[in-house]
């Protein structure tokens, strides 16, 4: 079965610092993985997607993530903090084997502060 | 601008209440889903619908049941609610095509208490 570890439930860097946020998934098949992020008080949005034609996957508000199938891993970054990136960040992988599409495995997520 | 809206932003019950959390969405997406939010668990799957009248079971269906009458509306339904279902519930929609890259779409969520 698939499964997404997010490694840190939570994250704080200084404004103007790099943002790493780290994800491993595990897949019997070659995966879709995807990035979501939370703002306070509302539903989730997504910031990227891998979908195999690029291992290096830019987003959207200045996020990119690399996706290394030799080491399993899809971690987020950017090179440098806003105050407005502090939300709670999630990474999924596809579940085809779940029968319907847009079936993801969720990440527990990891909530990113930002300091002045 | 695609939409999923569900009707209450909060939600206040009691003990052994049925509770009805409803979700429309305007995209005219086949499959619709309802999540769980809890801190330090993520996101967890209660059901699933890929057609009218039809639905499936995700990982935390117990005490939980829907109904989809409309292509638009997937209901989620505490049959006798319990403290323990204190959550934030998010429902989400899909297009039915062949590529599961597709990106699902939320609403904005219903924080559930029941006191």
């Known amino acids: 079965a698939q499964s997404v570890t997010q490694l840190g439930s939570h994250v704080s860097v200084s404004e103007g610092a790099l943002v790493l946020l780290r994800c491993n998934y595990s897949?019997?098949?070659?995966?879709?993985l995807f990035w979501y992020v939370q703002y306070p008080n509302q539903g989730l949005q997504l910031l990227l997607k891998?979908?195999?034609?690029?291992?290096l996957v830019k987003g959207i508000n200045g996020f990119e993530a690399e996706f290394k199938k030799s080491e399993t891993s899809f971690h987020l970054t950017k090179p440098s903090a806003h105050m407005s990136d502090a939300a709670e960040y999630f990474c999924?992988?596809?579940?085809?084997?779940?029968?319907?599409?847009?079936?993801?495995?969720f990440g527990k997520g990891t909530k990113l502060s930002v300091k002045p | 601008d695609v939409k999923v809206t569900q009707s209450s932003r909060y939600l206040v019950k009691r003990t052994g209440e049925k509770v009805f959390l409803e979700c429309v969405q305007d995209?005219?997406?086949?499959?619709m889903f309802w999540y769980r939010q809890d801190p330090g668990l993520g996101l967890r799957l209660i059901y699933f619908?890929?057609?009218?009248?039809?639905?499936e079971k995700g990982d935390i269906p117990e005490g939980y049941s829907v109904s989809r009458e409309k292509k638009e509306r997937f209901s989620l339904i505490l049959e006798s609610a319990s403290t323990n279902q204190t959550s934030m519930y998010l429902c989400?929609?899909?297009?039915?095509?062949?590529?599961?890259?597709?990106?699902?779409?939320f609403g904005s969520g219903t924080q559930l208490s029941v006191l």
């Open positions: 995209m005219d997406h086949e499959n």
């Open positions: 619908s890929y057609d009218v009248k039809m639905k």
């Open positions: 897949s019997s098949v070659p995966p879709y």
């Open positions: 891998y979908t195999s034609a690029a291992t």
């Open positions: 999924a992988v596809s579940d085809p084997g779940r029968g319907s599409q847009g079936n993801l495995i």
């Open positions: 989400a929609s899909h297009p039915l095509i062949r590529d599961t890259n597709e990106k699902l779409f």
